[in-house]
C-alpha cells in the first residue's frame, strides 16, 4: 500500500467501502501535474483515495455510466520493455540472451528509482509503496505457516532470484561506475531494490498486446501510472484494451458506479492462494477459489469408508485417470466437489469395470441416486478432513507482523468454502 509521507490535513468521508480520505499528499499532487503536463487528460473524476477496508484506491466524485471510460493513458506514459530498449541502461545489456517482460520491467524500474529526480518517471515512482504487504517483503516468518502455503512463497521467491540472477549474469561490465551515483551497476541492481521492483511489477502491471520488433525479449506487460491505483475485486466489469488510432490504453466500465463509491478493476480471475502470494491480500466470497486435493485424501477417506464402498481401483481404472487427466487439480469448490474429484470418487467407488461404461457415466454426469449416494458420502468426509485440517492451521497460526494476517484472513476464507461445499454434500 502506498505509505508516502506528507500528508495533508483532509476530511474523513464515509461511503460503501466504509471511511475513506481523500488522498492529497504531495507525491500525488506532483504525479497528476506530471501527467497532465505529459499530455493525459481526464476522462472522469476519480480521485485517489485512502479506503479503510482496501487502502488506496480510485474514488468517483460523479456517478458513472454504464459505457463510461475511467481512465485513458497515452502511450508514451506507458512503461513497456519498448521503453526499456530506448533507454541508456539497455546498452549495458547483453542483446544475445532473451529477457522475458516481467524481469525487463523490474530492471529498469531500479535503475530509473536510483536515478531519483533525474529520470523522467520519478513523479510516478515517487507515488509507487515503498513497502508491500506481500509475502517476498516479510521481514520476519510467521510462526506454523501452512507448507502448501510456504511451498508457494518459496516458487514465488525463486522465480524472483532467477530473474536477479539472469540479470546480473547477462549485465555487461557490471564495474563500470554510474555517472549519477558513482555505485557500480551491480551494486545498484542489489537484490533488494531487484525484490521490490520485481514485486511492483507483479503487482501492478497490465497485460498489453506483444510489442513488435523486440527480438530478445518477449514482452506483453506495461506498467501504466495512474491506472495502477485500481484496486480488485473478482465482480468488477470493466474492459480494458489499446486504442492504436488514440495511442493509447483505456479502461471503460461496463457497469454504473454511484457517486462517492470505489472504482475496482478485475486483474483476472484469480483464486485467494493467488492473491495472496502475489498481491498480499484476499478478498471475501472470492469465486475463483478452490480447496486443492490429492488422490491419496481421496484414496484414503475410501479406504476409511469401506463398509461404504470398496476402493475399486484396477489397473485400467488408474490408466484411464491418466489419460483423461483427471488426477490434475482435482478441487473442493463452494458448489462443492468439482468435475474431476466427483469423477474419481466415482471410478474408485463403482464396480463397474467396463471402462467404456465408465466413461460415458462420467462425461455425462448421469449417475445412479446410489452412485451419488455413494459419492456424497465420501465427498462429504473429504469436506470434514479439510475443515479439521484448516481449523489446526487457523489455531496454529501466529502472524509476526501486520502484513501477515492476510494469511489468516486467507485460512477463515477456506473454512467458509468449505462449509459451503459441505452443505451441497449433504
Ligand atoms: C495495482 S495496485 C492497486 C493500488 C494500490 N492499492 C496502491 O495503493 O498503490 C495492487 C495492490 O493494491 C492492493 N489491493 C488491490 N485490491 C485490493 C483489495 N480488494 N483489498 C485490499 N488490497 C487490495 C494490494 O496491495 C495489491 O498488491
Known sequence: MGRTGR?????????????????????????MQWLTRNGWKKEVTLYPTEFSTTGRGLMTKTALKKGDILVKI???????????????????????????????????????????????????INTLPQQLSTPLFWSKEPVNLPKFISEEIEGSRNSMKESHNHF?????????????????????FNEKDFIWAWCIVNTRAIYIPPE??????SNSL?????????????????????????NSYQVKTLVPVSKYDQVFIEYGAHSNLKLLIDYGFTVP?????????SLDDIYEVIKQVAQVSRVNMSQEKYKFLKQHNLMKKPCLTREGLCWKAMSIVFILTSEITNIKLLESK????LYTPDEINAINTVGAILVQNKIDEFKKHVALFVPTEDDQNAVLAYLKECLDLLSECLEKCK
Open 168 to 188: 546480473l549474469n547477462h549485465i555487461v561490465c557490471k564495474q563500470k561506475v554510474c555517472d549519477h551515483c558513482k555505485l557500480a551497476l551491480d551494486e545498484i
Open 362 to 365: 462420467v462425461y455425462s454426469s
Open 7 to 31: 500528508k495533508r490535513k483532509s476530511k474523513k468521508l464515509s461511503g460503501e467501502d466504509g471511511l475513506y480520505k481523500v488522498v492529497r499528499d504531495t507525491e500525488t499532487i506532483e504525479l
Open 222 to 246: 506495461a506498467l501504466a501510472p495512474f491506472l495502477d491505483l485500481f484496486n480488485h475485486v473478482p465482480s468488477a466489469q470493466v474492459e480494458a484494451m489499446l486504442i492504436p488510432t488514440e
Open 74 to 124: 497515452p502511450f508514451h506514459l506507458l512503461i513497456t520493455a519498448h521503453t526499456v530498449c530506448k533507454s541508456e541502461i539497455y546498452d549495458y545489456l547483453d542483446k544475445n540472451v532473451k529477457y522475458d517482460g516481467h524481469e525487463i520491467l523490474a530492471f529498469y524500474l531500479v535503475w530509473e528509482r536510483h536515478l531519483n529526480k533525474d529520470s523522467f518517471w520519478y513523479p510516478y
Open 285 to 293: 466470497n472470492n469465486q475463483h477459489d478452490a480447496i486443492a486435493l
Open 212 to 217: 513488435k520488433d523486440l527480438h530478445n525479449i
